[in-house]
């Protein structure tokens, strides 16, 4: 190995060491601020989603009665799922706007912003785990080795969510209506998701169109693995891995262009 050669990859490991550390003590930062002189604290990542959940079981058990089996864990999984998305993406869209102080400092890397929100939101997601797990239980619910599989679903949303905030935080910063048309959007797509009802509820007729929402696909095989303990559908989900694949690179690309302009934007 060239002696040029070694210097390339120690800078890039140094950088990649620099961005890891980075990445964990910003996280850590959102973290602490988000629950500060709060006296619930995290447990408000549960509070909303359970308080939503007993709405669907009051409407759809109680007042129309939806024969779906295991309907608290179904909803609560669709809930679980939903929330990590949704908040991450009105996060990230005016992350870079609440995020001066950092923006304006010299050499700081502005393209890990959007993954700070998300990952972020990765944490709250996987510390209600435990919460849905019970619900499982109690609901009779066995769960299976295909559980294993839940870190790839999970990976899989990441990414796409990540690719959708690079988007939405570049846009925002110059049009700052985006988060204002961003929260009217995502209530529709909330009601384009089967959250507290099945997709085969769908008429045949709109269903192609249905499924281009890409959390359609990924809210079914969380639930197929958790639920159902089947196999998720690999070829819808090989879509929104291929959706991902397209988006990803566009989004950051986007944004990093976007960059150049940022400090003046705000």
């Known amino acids: 190995m060239s002696p040029q050669s070694s210097q390339n990859n120690l800078s890039r490991r140094w950088r990649f060491r620099y961005l890891w550390d980075l990445l964990r003590s910003l996280v850590d930062r959102d973290m602490k601020l988000m629950y500060k002189r709060s006296t619930l604290g995290i447990a408000w990542t549960l509070i909303s989603p359970l308080l939503q959940l007993l709405v669907f079981i009051f409407v759809f058990q109680v007042i129309i009665k939806i024969d779906i089996p295991q309907y608290a864990s179904y909803v609560f999984t669709g809930l679980l799922v939903w929330n990590w998305f949704q908040t991450c993406l009105f996060q990230a869209t005016g992350v870079i706007i609440n995020s001066r102080p950092l923006i304006r400092q010299p050499g700081f890397p502005n393209t890990i912003l959007p993954v700070i929100v998300v990952t972020t939101g990765l944490i709250h997601f996987v510390l209600a785990l435990p919460i849905l797990f019970v619900f499982l239980l109690i609901d009779g619910v066995q769960l299976t080795p295909l559980i294993l599989l839940l870190p790839l679903l999970q990976l899989l949303q990441f990414c796409l969510t990540v690719a959708f905030s690079y988007l939405l935080a570049s846009l925002n910063v110059t049009f700052r209506d ?51 303990g089947e196999q998720p559908d690999w070829s819808a989900l090989m879509i929104v891995a291929g959706m991902t694949l397209i988006l990803l690179p566009i989004g950051y690309k986007v944004f990093k262009r976007q960059s150049l302009s940022f400090i003046e934007e705000i």
């Open 178 to 228: 985006t988060q204002h048309t961003l929260g009217v959007l995502l209530q529709l797509l909330f009601y384009l998701t089967p959250i507290f009802y099945e997709s085969g509820s769908i008429p045949d007729r709109y269903r192609r169109l249905y499924e281009l929402n890409p959390m359609v696909p990924l809210v079914q095989s969380y639930r197929q693995i958790l639920i159902q």
